[in-house]
């Protein structure tokens, strides 16, 4: 099966694997006091910024669980996009594990902007509500837009005037460099975010994420937080080792750019078409479109994707590192014939 419903769905990289096997060769002193993991760090800190804070965790919703953690307290609020992962994915789990109210913003874009997030900032010192603590943003977004560095900027310079942080969930930050041709560095410590959930399995890695803390006030009480939240794993090679393949010969953005550029494919061919309506600027891998529903009821019947707003049949297809030209060859023969 070929799938255009989630990056999640595709497999791992061999230069990942390989890593993997090699990490399986022996004993290693366990909860991240090998080599493995040293070697991992030292790959993050060169990517991002010698002073940063990588803490290994299982997955997405624990990362930014503990990310959260660790920007609030339980009588804070947290801003996101209506649209944000942590609102409508992770089943409450940031809200519960942080206690904090989450304040949803509707946005056209997925993307948070200082005028949408102002009429938030309010109720400072107030005991009867919930301070706003935290920002969260997604790069790219959830609708698959991609913030530019100046737009990361003036959030953080809007948060930190009310002593706020600006967490953001890169689960697809790979995307977004690879679309801006710039660094890691340079759309995150650069534009002045605070604590980063850094994930890889939506680009080749098998599970895991790190927790990349930026600002020195976050670091001390980072260890655990992680532990308590039962995000410490035992054999933690297999998680940072995954990292150090990842950030070895930009594999990382190589994937990325090619997941980008079959998106690009699968757009132009599908723009001109009769009755396809883009909703969203195709700017990373994750295209957002409506179609007549005969179309795309025909369609799952062949195909693996996701409705993202039923009732005006919008759908949303994702390519990944591993989707072929022949893949999106054969997706817009079917569409076409349908059509």
Not at 1 to 20: C, I, K, T, W, Y
Not at 62 to 75: F, K
Not at 134 to 148: D, F, N, P, W
Not at 155 to 166: E, G, I, N, P
Request: glycine share 6%; charged share 20%; with cysteine.
């Amino acid at each position: 099966m070929r799938s255009f419903a989630s990056d999640n769905n595709s497999g791992v990289h061999p230069q990942v694997m390989e890593a993997l096997d090699r990490a399986n060769r022996d004993h290693a002193v366990g909860y991240g006091d090998d080599p493995w993991t040293e070697e991992a760090v030292r790959k993050i800190r060169e990517a991002f910024t010698p002073d940063c804070e990588p803490l290994f965790v299982f997955n997405g919703t624990g990362s930014n669980a503990v990310a959260l953690q660790l920007c609030t307290r339980p009588y804070n609020s947290i801003i996101c996009a209506e649209t944000a992962h942590i609102y409508v994915d992770e089943c409450g789990a940031p809200a519960r594990m942080t206690g904090c109210q989450i304040r949803p913003v509707a946005t056209p874009d997925g993307k948070l902007t200082p005028d949408l997030v102002r009429p938030y900032l309010c109720h400072f010192g107030e005991q009867h509500h919930s301070q706003p603590g935290a920002i969260y943003i997604s790069q790219c977004s959830e609708l698959g837009t991609v913030y530019k560095p100046d737009e990361l900027r003036a959030l953080t310079d809007l948060a930190h005037r009310h002593s706020m942080y600006v967490h953001m969930d890169g689960a697809r930050l790979a995307n977004a460099c690879a679309a801006l041709n710039l660094g890691f560095r340079e759309l995150t410590v650069d534009c002045g975010i605070d604590i980063l959930s850094f994930g890889g399995t939506k680009n080749g890695l098998m599970l895991g994420e790190s927790v990349i803390v930026f600002n020195p006030a976050l670091k001390k009480e980072a260890c655990f937080v992680r532990k308590q939240s039962a995000q410490l794993a035992s054999k933690l090679r297999y998680l940072s080792c995954q990292f150090t393949a990842y950030l070895t010969d930009s594999l990382w953005l190589r994937n990325a750019a090619h997941a980008n550029r079959m998106a690009k494919i699968l757009y132009a061919g599908l723009k001109g078409l009769p009755g396809v309506h883009f909703t969203q600027k195709v700017e990373s891998n994750q295209l957002f479109l409506t179609m007549p529903r005969p179309v795309i009821d025909e369609l799952l019947k062949d195909y693996f994707f996701y409705f993202w707003d039923e009732t005006i049949h919008e759908i949303r297809f994702v390519t990944s590192f591993d989707t072929t030209e022949e893949d999106i060859g054969q997706l817009l023969q079917s569409v076409k014939r349908l059509l």
